[in-house]
């Protein structure tokens, strides 16, 4: 073989050497950067996920814990002490007064961390999540809000990716449906109400809302009747426990009308010379009532509010700037303003209680 082309081969197979081992390195270093890329998308996925799961479990847990206190209250009779605090305490622990809440069981904030925990670390990615700071809250009528501080540490040591941050978790409990501590245990379970917001749509039902002077409420049941014909065969006394709901007042003799409780018309006639509490000009009040609703009215704000109590024990709240906050009603207080927030209320019936005044909103009523 010519020495020249020897040396010609010799040097093509060096070149094709160094070619391949450089292709080979090329693509061992894409697949790298590929394979980091991978893992990068995956742990920003993960952090997603890890902050969805906080704000879960934090929704979760409070609402949890705040049924549980609500159960442990009424079934013990006893209040809640201290409820911001407690609610959190029973949120991330499950324990009030060193005993576990059944309901809490598995599911409490500190359950959900280590939870997660636990996932990461089949994933071969090391965790520390702790719970640095929080705030619970009444935000409105009846919402109350959770706002957590995590502090999270997490390092994949197979992309040598480590993120180290704070995250903020906000997350609202609507109380609405959960049953009224306040009433439950202050009438030894005889009046168990669940905290149903009062429909406050159309004009009939304007009232109630935040009005200075509400405690004086007029509160009887409806006889709702187009003239006097119709009020003919009731008794006195059955009078002097309804309210004459009606379109025309104009249809009724003073005499007629001064045996009834109270009165609503649709009409706006002179009512000189009645001597009960009146509301007259209601527009749609005769056709929104029948026979079987309650209803509240104050003459002194021009408003009221019907079907309040549809049988015994269910009745609806309303928003009341005297009233207790829902953190008060847990601990039993009649007073507003242990803590921020709007204050609610609603109608009772003395009547299947001990005393027996005439029928009032319910901190009135339990404060006398």
């Known amino acids: 073989m010519p020495k020249g082309f020897t040396y010609t081969l010799f040097a093509l197979i060096i070149m094709l050497s160094l070619t391949t081992l450089i292709n080979i390195h090329s693509v061992s270093q894409n697949s790298l950067e590929i394979s980091s890329k991978i893992r990068s998308s995956l742990l920003q996925n993960t952090l997603n996920d890890i902050n969805d799961d906080l704000s879960r479990s934090s929704y979760i847990a409070t ?32 324990e009030y007064n060193g005993t576990l809440l059944q309901l809490m069981e598995n599911t409490t904030i500190n359950d959900w961390t280590v939870s997660i925990h636990n996932i990461l670390n089949k994933m071969g990615i090391s965790s520390t999540i702790s719970l640095k700071n929080h705030t619970i809250r009444q935000v409105d009528v009846y919402d109350i809000e959770l706002i957590t501080v995590y502090e999270l540490d997490i390092y994949d040591p197979i992309s040598r990716i480590r993120v180290k941050k704070n995250t903020i978790q906000e997350v609202t409990v609507d109380y609405n449906s ?19 917001p009062c429909n406050l749509t159309g004009t009939y039902g304007k009232a109630l809302v935040s009005k200075t002077n509400a405690t004086n409420w007029t509160v009887g049941k409806v006889f709702k009747s187009a003239d006097s014909s119709g009020i003919g065969s009731l008794s006195a006394s059955l009078r002097a426990e309804k309210i004459l709901v009606t379109y025309n007042i104009s249809n009724y003799s003073v005499s007629d009308i001064n045996g009834f409780k109270g009165v609503i018309s649709e009409t706006s006639d002179d009512l000189a010379g009645v001597t009960i509490p009146k509301i007259i000009d209601t527009n749609d009040a005769y056709s929104n009532t029948d026979n079987s609703y309650i209803a509240a009215m104050s003459d002194e704000t021009d408003e009221w509010i019907n079907n309040i109590i549809t049988e015994l024990g269910t009745t609806c709240f309303i928003e009341h700037e005297y009233g207790p906050t829902f953190f008060d009603r847990m601990e039993g207080n009649t007073t507003y303003g242990k803590y921020s927030g709007p204050g609610i209320a609603t109608f009772i019936d003395p009547t ?13 009523y339990w404060s006398q």
Request: glycine share 4%.
């Open 178 to 196: 959960f049953e009224d501590p306040l009433n439950t245990v202050r009438s030894n379970l005889v009046f168990s109400t669940a905290i149903i």
């Open 352 to 364: 299947i209680l001990p005393k027996n005044p005439q029928k009032e909103l319910d901190f009135i």
């Open 63 to 94: 609402k949890r814990a705040i049924l549980s206190l609500i159960d442990f209250a009424v079934t013990n009779g006893t209040f809640i002490n201290n409820t911001e605090s407690t609610i959190f305490e029973v949120s991330t622990t499950g």
